[in-house]
């Protein structure tokens, strides 16, 4: 409970007053000789339990009352139930709200409700403006310095909802070191947040340095989580997991694959899917029995005439689907963008022959007819007049590169580019990612792939949920491997098959044998490294080509520099230019089309349960306050008439058990009734 | 009578001369020494008649009624009543508690005034006026004898009786019933502030030894009322421990406790058919004399 007069909570210890003035009572007693003491023995022994009792009651109610008074006059403020943390105003009161495409859920049993992100906003401005708070921050995205703004109305004007998730660690991370750099007194970091799992990033190793840099603070600094954490199961989410346009009698049509997904598994539902492709729209149904519903490869046609992205150019374009309105708007709608397939180059630089066919003949074969791959083998020297834009990865078996090209290779994998690495016949001492190839050794007895990571990466089962053959294979010969990497497949006696390289934006794989007959079955055994390699081409391939769909905030800062070359085609009009990155909708830039679209975990509702969330500020100042969206007015209230209320109570009750017992006449002992007779 | 002293201070002569218009008479049959104005159980020569009964040799011919003999040529012998004095034990309570007085006077000077004019009148119209002090025993005592000189020892023994001690009414009421000789008006003057039931089982006593019993109960009337507005330590008159409380607070039970005292002592009153008047301190004596006078002089006769 925090009090707007702090001060008069000094004179709490008022409180004792009645028993002083008792005690003073007592003191003030006269002494008398006294006959009748018959009649006051057995006064005294006449329920005195039950005065005794009236007694402690009467005394209680005063100091109740004192209490009451003295806090109603220090003007206590509601917090909500939950959160009666002590404390008092904060000199700065840090506000970090979770803008995340979740947030924008609304209350599913109200009609025309606000969102989480709008009542957390109206009941922040409300609050803190009771709170009257000293200065007041806002802290929205990371990649943004905190800013100060002069009263909390302005926050109504702030923090429009984006389609990228919240870093909640990394804002947090943020809010310390604003605290720290700034060298503010007293602090109190507002937090509004729906605890959706991905926001909060509990597996974060930054928590851990976060709330001890936070206890090392000397200033105070309390943390208050406004939690709405409420979901709907029924909301309904739409995304779209592939565009591609497709020749079909002659007619240039496009399909797409849309998934739409629940968190409840009923009731059965029939949504109507609207598919906007520049001008043209169309509506299609899709029975939802279950969580989950896919709509596989839907045509639809593009035409023959003028294409969306120009005369005559039915290939390339971006369109929309959407769902009807439900409880969240933001994942209702989804932006694709769709061109011809870009060819899938594939450098290959392998010393060993047999390698560099057996690689070569994986790369050439595509996975789908629609794509077109080109695979290129090289030696070092020729890199570096390697049109990398158009290469979707490199594989190598050679020395690790020296030089400049190690330099070009780190640009393809921060751009987005795979490379793969297959152990020299010579390891060298040199690294690449910070990982080196150690020695080879050669196994007596073959040995096989214990474990894998089956659940991401290049080695995850496949769409239909069955697993790669990778415990088939058969490893005869395998090189060390030293420095920081995550192992993505095992052998016997903690030797590594494939390991990712740590710190890179792209993917930096590392086979530790070859595909030469010699070393392993990879070649003959062909499944597994076919799926690696092509697993590998579809990353690469992602980020050549004129199109991308992309996560919001996954782009690179130059997406919304201040070239401004970047222009929307599509979205919401109200996002400021220089977050663009984060809203989702269509840009172009020249003849380059971008979507971004929120995260596949936005879907998901998963939400972080409370007791973890006190795990996670254990050791500091926090407390919670739960609402939902909707709610009215503000969690912080002045709540002194409840007190006074409990003061007249308590002085009412007071006044009842002071009240004097029905009177029991006195005898009565008028003259005329003292003989015998009147006795009688 | 009482020149040769100067005058008391429980003794008005205004209120003698008063009450004096009203004899003291007993409501049982007395058995006295000399003559007087109360009946006796035996017969005797007084102008008022009893009744006949047959001749047996020996009786006084003089009391033979010829009359009747003549007409019924029976011997019958006529009896008339026997007037005699009575013997007034007063029996005043000096315990610590009648030292208690809110209204001017204590109860031992409202006693001392009962007590002074009852055994002024009685020796006036002579009868025997004895007297016994007590409280945790019979601190003094004074048989009762006619004589002038023995009232004036009786009027100095109320003057010097002060309160003292515990009162132990109800044994030391059986102790009198034992040692009081013959029939007498036995009244008691205290705050009965003792056991009810044990108060009751003294004057049953007393009434089988055929003493005619007249209470007086004396109350102050802040004991009725009770009405204290801050806390007070009560200190017992009679010696014992002292009580600490907010008489706010215990009020309403203690005037329950009274009111069931008095409810006890009403019923001790019915059962032992005793004289019982009631006297608040701030009342005049004079009227609860005169009351208690009137009413004795109303059943007068019993024999």
Known sequence: MTFLQPLILAALPLIGLPIIIHLINQRRFQTMQWAAMMFLVSAKALSRGYSRLRHWLIMMLRMLAVAAILLAASRPLSRGWLALAGGGRADTSIVILDRSPSMQQQDPTAEDSDSKLDTGRRQLIQSLATLATGRLVVLTDPKQKPFEVESPAVLADLAAPVASPTDVPLLLQSAYDYVRENSIGSTEIWLCSDQRHNDWNPESGEWAGMREAFAKLPQQVRFQLLSYSQTDPSNVAVRVTSARPHVHNGEIELLVTVVVSRQESSPQLTLPLRFEIGQAASTVDIQLDGKQAVLKDHPIALGRGDGPMGPGDHFRGWGRVSIPADANVADNDFFFVFDRPATRRTLIVAADGASRQVLSLVAHTPSSKDQACEVEVLVPEDLAAVAWDEVAIVIWQAPLPEGKTILLLEQFADRGGQLIFFPPEQPTEQSFAGVSWTNWTTHKEPLHVLTWRSDQDLLANTASGAALPIGELEVRRSCGLAGPYTPLASLPADATFLARATGQRGGVYFCTSTPSNRDSTLATEGIVLYALVQRAIDRGAEVIGKTRQVDADTLAAGFHSKDGQWTRLAGSSDALSTEMGLHAGVYQKGDRLVAINRPAAEDAASILADGRIDELFAGLSFSRISGRAGDDGSFVKEIWRMFLVAMLLALIGEAVLCLPKRSIPEPSLSSGMRSLEAVA | ?303
């Not at chain 2, 030894?209 to 017992?236: G, K, M, W, Y």
Request: hydrophobic content about 40%.
């Open chain 2, 1 to 303: 009578m009482l020149s040769d002293r100067q005058p008391r201070s429980f003794l008005e002569p205004q209120v003698l001369s008063r009450l004096a218009a009203v004899p003291l008479l007993a409501r049982k049959a007395m058995i006295g020494g000399v003559s007087g104005r109360h009946t006796s159980p035996h017969r005797g020569s007084s102008v008022e008649f009893a009744e006949y009964r047959k001749y047996v040799p020996g009786d006084d011919l003089r009391r033979l009624d010829w009359r009747a003999f003549g007409r019924s040529d029976r011997y019958y012998i006529k009896e008339f009543e026997a007037d005699t004095n009575l013997r007034c034990c007063l029996v005043l309570d000096t315990s610590g508690s009648m030292n208690f007085g809110s209204a001017g006077l204590t109860k031992i000077q409202y006693a001392r005034r009962l007590c002074g004019t009852l055994g002024y009148l009685a020796g006036q119209q002579g009868d025997a006026v004895g007297i016994s002090c007590v409280a945790n025993g019979i601190v003094r005592s004074l048989p009762p004898r006619r004589s002038p000189a023995h009232l004036r020892m009786v009027l100095d023994i109320l003057e010097e009786a002060e309160p003292q001690g515990e009162t132990r009414l109800p044994e030391v009421l059986h102790e009198l019933a034992e040692t009081i000789r013959q029939r007498a008006l036995v009244v008691i003057v205290s705050d009965l502030f003792v056991d009810p039931a044990a108060l009751g089982s003294s004057f049953s006593h007393l009434r089988f030894r055929h003493h005619d019993i007249a209470v007086f109960h004396l109350l102050d009337p802040q004991e009725v009322a009770f009405n204290f507005s801050r806390p007070t330590r009560f200190l017992d008159m009679e010696g014992g421990s002292a009580i600490f409380a907010d008489p706010s607070d215990i009020a309403d039970r203690y005037h329950t406790a009274l009111s069931g005292y008095l409810a006890a002592i009403k019923q001790v009153v019915l059962e032992s058919g005793i004289d019982y008047q009631r006297a608040m301190t701030d009342e005049s004596y004079e009227q609860v004399l005169a009351r208690f006078l009137v009413g004795r002089a109303a059943g007068k006769g019993l024999r």
